[in-house]
């Protein structure tokens, strides 16, 4: 982990661990994302995962691109798609998917 979690993160994390899904029902501000992010780069160092699709409300989906920058270990690439982009923000979203 990149940043110390607090103890009920680690509570959720040790009770994600192993599970197909698991649902982080935690109030507003308690780290729910962060606790995603270390869940999400654990299973990227286990070889479990190669990549995270986060589907957010507009005004969260930015913020997920500010927090893999505080607390994710793991090298990533990130953007975000709104349905008003602009050609230049849509371009930068195909070629993150893009394989090849």
């Not at 990533?76 to 230049?88: E, L, P, R």
Request: hydrophobic share 40%; glycine share 6%.
């Amino acid at each position: 982990m990149k940043t110390t979690p607090f103890a009920h993160q680690l509570e959720a994390l040790k009770q994600m661990k192993g599970k197909k899904a698991f649902a982080l029902l935690m109030e507003q501000g308690t780290g729910k994302t962060k606790g995603a992010i270390d869940d999400a780069a654990r299973l990227y160092e286990e070889g479990e995962i190669e990549a995270m699709l986060v589907i957010a409300p507009n005004g969260v989906h930015r913020n997920w691109i500010d927090e893999l920058e505080i607390h994710c270990p793991c090298p990533y690439a990130a953007t975000y798609f709104t349905s008003n982009m602009k050609k230049a923000e849509r371009d930068a979203v195909e070629k993150l998917l893009d394989p090849t």
